[in-house]
């Protein structure tokens, strides 16, 4: 069964980038373009895995992130933040709000797929 991922990010060319990867990767893709969607795609398509982008208008990540760790729904789900701020407090905030991981930009497809395939606990397929 092909496995799903929300890209979620402000940047229409980063989600175009990191669809292209994770289709190429044989995943279902579907996107957000801000926090407030993200929320609204995940009660509507219940994905396997998010990637989530930091700064984005409106609500940033940490936000969403924090507001899916506290529904019943998507107290589990695999978050993986994906961001340009690269600074360590930025990296423990999003750990302390419940990333199951924290990544930063640019990101090769292999390591995009490989975190992916490890956050959903396919780590068998991901070599």
Known sequence: MT?????VDDEPMARTLLRLMLVRAGFNVSEAEDGYDALKKVQDYQPDIILLDVMMPGM???TVCETLRG???TSALP????????????????LRVGATKYLTKPISPEDL???????????????
Request: charged share 25%; proline share 0%; aromatic share 2%.
């Open 3 to 7: 496995q799903s991922v929300l890209i």
């Open 60 to 62: 940033d990540g940490f």
């Open 71 to 73: 529904e019943e729904k």
């Open 79 to 94: 978050i993986i933040m994906l961001s340009a701020k690269t600074d360590l407090e930025s990296i423990n905030k999003g």
């Open 113 to 127: 797929t490989r975190h992916v395939h490890d956050a959903l606990g396919n780590t068998a397929q991901a070599h």
